[in-house]
């Protein structure tokens, strides 16, 4: 599919990942590292853009972050990833954050973002990626809100 001729429905380009924390990944407090979660969150994201773009991509943004809870050492992280709104070379993708007790069954939202990736070509330039084509009425309303956030980030460009 040609980038300038092809579109994509989200689904076929959404990413889940899955990551057990362990001491290893604990900050001095006990608790799993938030910058770990960031570069967790941009994989992620990355995997759905890359799907999305069959190219490579490079991060470009994210919007603000912020942790509603902590993630705990013995959690099931799991990070959805999903392509909401698409430019001419750039992907938006939103990724939400759930930790689950896996002996308790409690599953807790941490934290969401939207993240900005730029698809590049062969010469590490930016190019041209598949228009996204939402489905459902919530991917309109994604769309419709990523259009507005991407109009947004370009004002504050300036």
């Known amino acids: 599919m040609s980038a300038k001729s092809g579109s994509k429905p989200p689904h076929q380009s959404q990413a889940t990942l899955h990551h057990y924390m362990m001491p290893e990944h604990a900050n001095p407090r006990g608790t799993v590292h938030g910058g770990l979660i960031m570069k967790m969150m941009d994989e992620a994201g990355a995997i759905a ?3 999305h773009a069959q190219r490579p991509v490079v991060t470009i943004a994210v919007d ?13 992280l799991t990070l959805h990833a999903c392509v909401t709104y698409v430019g001419r070379t750039s992907v938006e993708v939103s990724v939400r954050v759930l930790a689950e007790d896996p002996v308790k069954g409690t599953v807790t939202h941490t934290n969401s973002a939207f993240l900005v990736y730029v698809a590049l070509d062969d010469q590490q330039q930016p190019t041209e990626v598949p228009r996204l084509k939402p489905e459902t009425p919530e991917e309109r309303r994604q769309f419709e809100a990523g259009k507005e956030r991407q109009k947004n980030r370009l004002a504050s460009a300036r």
């Open 49 to 51: 853009a890359m799907r």
């Open 64 to 76: 603000s972050m912020t942790f509603k809870s902590p993630v705990e050492v013995g959690q099931l």
